[in-house]
């Protein structure tokens, strides 16, 4: 017999009946090697052609207990409580990567079983971090995941399907999971909170396609004024995200989740690809285009790769003590604000007592940019935030992203 691959039915039946002669003739030398040769070609077309399926969790599971005498009550460490136990048992509830991982180690059911993945391996636990205190609840009202049943028990596997969407754990920006230590890291922010809100940042820039190529060095003082100038559009905000794609950064909205307390975030993916991230919690044209440049700041002036490529920003924090001597944060005002106004001419301004709205026009007319901006300056650095309140542009920035 010729031998070949086996490639339908009949070339198998054919086979079939070739080693049927050889087993009746007991084969020796060639016909020996021939026999061994068609067992090969036979086990490999019905391993693709009748796959044996994996048998169930539920099923694997049940097999242990019979074989080890177990009741449900036994299962209760590996499963946190008896209804649980049953509800899986049942078949009303699917296992969670903690009970699949505890299952595996302390019952020794096969990984792929329990996943029901043949070769699955389990993911190697973080043990530095404690997946229930993420927000999922609040992540699913806002979008960031999936809703799903059973979501809080669950914690484990929605952030690391957000990780494997950015790449895996080794893409992720080193300081992330390192309790970051920059100045405008406000004291009550709850880690968890600021690490959900980064992977959602994170994910969706992975998912978007950049226009250009990020160059070292190319985010310079010149950069963020032509950046600025988009402000004066009326379409300005969603202009900078084109701009700066062409640049090869990004820029995504996300909103923040409660206890992030934040204004905005620079990272840097393992591909060297920047990211930038707004929150909008304060949605007025002013704060937007602040933090856009201030993190655009922290990109050109301190930003050298993935190593320390993660700032984070509560602006409201811009006149504390502790942010006024951090070198990197007044670095990064100041690239921001002479972007927007250049010092020279804002000492000239600012010297009236209280500019009139004619003059803050004017302003804007001369810049270029927005008349937020000079609104929130004088706003800002007068500390009267009563004052061109109508100028400050709220609720008109949220909108650009949002219909995107």
Not at 51 to 77: H, Y
Not at 179 to 200: H, P, Q
Request: proline letters at 3%; a neutral charge; one cysteine or more.
């Amino acid at each position: 017999m010729q031998i070949r691959i086996i490639k339908n039915e009949k070339d198998y039946d054919a086979t079939l009946s070739r080693i049927d002669e050889l087993m009746d003739c007991e084969p020796e030398g060639d016909a020996l090697d021939e026999l061994e040769t068609l067992a090969v070609l036979v086990e490999k077309y019905e391993e693709e052609k009748y796959p044996i399926e994996l048998p169930s969790g539920v099923s694997a599971i049940k097999f242990r207990m019979e074989q080890a005498e177990l009741t449900q009550r036994d299962l209760v460490p590996y499963i946190s409580s008896r209804a649980k136990v049953s509800e899986v048992l049942s078949g009303k509830r699917t296992l969670t990567l903690k009970m699949i991982r505890a299952l595996n180690q302390h019952l020794g059911i096969p990984a792929d079983v329990l996943l029901q993945e043949s070769g699955g391996e389990i993911p190697s636990s973080m043990t530095d971090v404690e997946w229930n205190r993420f927000p999922i609840l609040e992540m699913a009202k806002l979008g960031f995941i999936e809703k799903k049943k059973d979501l809080k028990d669950r914690a484990e596997e929605v952030v690391r399907e957000l990780i494997n969407k950015i790449g895996g754990a080794s893409a992720l920006p080193e300081r992330l999971f390192r309790r970051t230590t920059n100045a405008r890291f406000n004291a009550k922010m709850d880690i968890y909170a600021l690490r959900a809100w980064s992977l959602y940042v994170l994910s969706e820039a992975s998912s978007k396609k950049l226009k250009g190529k990020y160059v070292k060095g190319s985010v310079t003082q010149s950069f963020l004024k032509d950046v600025a100038k988009l402000s004066f559009l009326k379409k300005g905000p969603k202009l900078a995200v084109e701009y700066l794609s062409k640049h090869g950064i990004y820029l995504i909205y996300a909103p923040h989740l409660s206890k992030t307390y934040l204004d905005g975030a620079v990272f840097m993916l393992h591909s060297e690809d920047p990211v930038i991230g707004v929150t909008l919690r304060h949605d007025r044209i002013d704060n937007f285009w602040f933090t856009l440049l201030h993190e655009l700041g922290h990109l050109g002036r301190h930003i050298k790769g993935k190593e320390n490529g993660f700032f984070v920003d509560d602006h409201s924090l811009r006149k504390e003590k502790k942010v006024n001597e951090d070198k990197d944060e007044l670095e990064a005002d100041e690239w921001a604000e002479n972007a927007l106004i250049p010092k020279k001419e804002w000492e000239d301004f600012i010297e009236e007592e209280n500019p009139s709205v004619g003059r803050v026009i004017e302003f804007s007319l001369k810049l270029t940019i927005h008349p937020a901006i000079i609104a929130g300056r004088v706003r800002y650095e007068k500390n009267n935030y009563r004052l061109l309140s109508h100028f400050v542009g709220s609720g008109e920035v949220k909108k650009h992203f949002i219909n995107n």
